[in-house]
DNA sequence: TTGTACGCGTTATCAT
DNA sequence: ATGATAACGCGTACAA
């Protein structure tokens, strides 16, 4: 039973490929009655043109990559849906593709490029740290979003990105925990070999600490378990890890945890030592996803600009794609928000 | 600058392209000298293989697509996880595509089909109710997992499906809550014209009602907002429709959402009113996402075995591509698990 | 307005 | 072990 091709169409409606062809893709020049014709006997028998060979064939297929290292993190939905919002407005369609985490995402992206004649693409997430010399590679514009701001030596006129400054806005968290009286402040982070947001994240932190002129204490960096199990960011790890934290005996009052995700997963593992939050010990995360306000306690973050963040991405996308700009890197502001998940303490 | 193709590095190797085609898939009959050479002539020049052109000829692909509708959903993202693993055991690969909630997955399977040269599918969530006329069409296995029962009309024997029986446990849930005293029970559940879990889990209920000889009160049936502005299955919405439910006045004593993401909105949206739960209100939800554990108070739920049910659904699609096995409808037990959300009320 | 024929980049078949 | 060549299914010049 071979699959039904456009010529059995042309066959079946005594015209040729050329006919069909017009008629599925609203040709202008054609009969409307051939073209109603053509396209009753398609449906009749449910025939689907096939896109291998359509994207094989077209010059351009006006269409715009996502890829998604994590797709599970709920901060990267949020922002999905307004790229995309924004992509269609622009008449072209969106391609979502998720990146395994052990995948490279260039690598997938030079693929997706050759296979759906992509117009450009936007990377959610991930590493920052790519060679410039498989980024060159990629004969579309790229940007970056919110993967962390990158190291200088790449040349920054062959890429677009969009950050916050994690660094410095990271260290903002701590500094604030510091205000309000806290001493030892725990944190949740990624491994130590990290070259994604986590590093960065960490970088502030110990800033926070060394403007406080503090010495960090090295029992109090948590580190992400990765690979096998779970999700680098999920409750899951952000649980087992604070366990293992308190386990440790360290004595510390407040928990900065790198997203939100990973806070609601300290939440419940001191929860089940009995430690309250806030009275007890304060969390905190990063992100600022709906989640985090619908938590109990409400969560305090550091909220990034989702819904201008993701705009900022399509609107410098399609400029580099018309030539409208050059490549340009945009750092928007974090948002300390504080609700229920911190309180001051005496110290 | 035109994309650089197979015949490029065949004419820089100074070989022919079916000779570098033989090292590009790793087939035996080349010589391995000629092989490393092609290969590093490839690297050195960054040639990536066009999928579209591969697909095209590929007679088999090996490959598995997995639709799902709604992959904000935590609960889909749990099962996804475990059907990559089985998937990849196999030696297959997974080609994860998100369907935008006003396509029909169908229409998006059968173009896939064709794309990719998938050997089978698995639609997570999304309706059930499909013509028979387009699901032949498919020329692939298929299995439906958790999209909710089939209505009987359908020809068993063209699909697989796995699924827990909806109506049955959403009675489960209602009975529940009538066990533990509550007599006016809210629940947040799609519009009425849905034809997915919704309107299984809204039949379970009005079933519970009769059994206890009481009559629906149909003010205490709140429809989710569907389309425009956000996801149906979302926190957002589910406060959103409790805010409505709220304001409309009609007492209740207990909400049974038809997801945990749902009710952790309810939640919110009650606490803001002053309204505590479990003392006031009880709240239970479906699904069993890890979320509801990790929430607090800690969600009283339906938990669907997640884990079996998406091994199942990949062991079932297996089977049937290999003719192992024919189609089945295999129905999965839910469990109730009491967590914190619910109390019981003297009446 | 319609049909014919070629080519997109790759793999499979068949010689060599 | 290697190379030439015919498909794969479609879009599109170009001819009619």
């Not at 992509?118 to 991930?126: P, S």
């Not at 900065?256 to 300290?266: E, P």
Request: glycine share 6%; net charge negative.
């Amino acid at each position: 039973m071979s699959e039904i091709t456009i010529k059995d169409i042309a066959k079946l409606c005594g015209v040729g490929v050329s006919t069909v062809s017009r008629a599925l893709n609203n040709h202008p020049d054609i009969n409307p009655e051939t073209k109603e014709m053509i396209l009753q006997v398609i449906k009749e028998n449910g025939f689907v043109p096939n896109n291998s060979a359509r994207n094989l064939k077209r010059v351009e297929a006006n269409s715009v990559a996502v890829l998604v290292k994590g797709i599970t993190n709920p901060f990267f939905t949020d922002m999905i849906e307004v790229i995309e919002a924004e992509i269609e407005k622009r008449g072209y369609s969106m391609v979502l593709h998720h990146v395994e985490s052990r995948e490279d995402e260039v690598d997938v992206a030079l693929e997706l490029v050759k296979e759906k004649r992509l117009r450009g693409i936007i990377f959610l997430g991930g590493e920052f740290a790519h060679s410039e010399e498989k980024l060159r590679l990629l004969s579309v514009p790229f940007v970056f979003s919110t993967a962390g701001t990158q190291p200088e030596k790449l040349n920054e006129k062959i890429y677009s990105s969009i950050s916050v400054d994690d660094k410095t806005e990271s260290s903002k968290v701590v500094n604030f925990l510091f205000d309000i009286g806290h001493k030892d402040i725990a944190i949740i982070t990624a491994k130590s070999e990290d070259r994604s947001v986590g590093k960065l994240r960490l970088d502030g932190y110990r800033e926070a600490y060394m403007q406080h002129g503090r010495k960090v204490e090295e029992n109090l960096i948590c580190a992400l378990h990765e690979g096998e199990q779970y999700e680098q960011f999920s409750m899951e790890n952000g649980y087992v890890v604070t366990k293992e934290l308190l386990a440790r005996g360290t004595k510390f009052t407040a928990i900065f945890a790198i997203s939100d995700v990973l806070a609601i997963g300290a939440c419940r593992a001191l929860r089940e030592a009995g430690i309250r939050v806030p009275q007890d010990v304060s969390v905190i995360g990063y992100d600022g996803i709906a989640l985090g306000d619908y938590y109990n306690p409400r969560l305090t973050t550091l909220k990034q600009p989702t819904k201008d963040m993701a705009l900022a991405t399509a609107n410098l996308l399609f400029d580099v794609m018309t030539g409208k700009k050059a490549h340009q890197h945009l750092v928007f502001p974090g948002e300390l928000i504080i609700r229920e998940s911190t309180k001051a303490v005496n110290g």
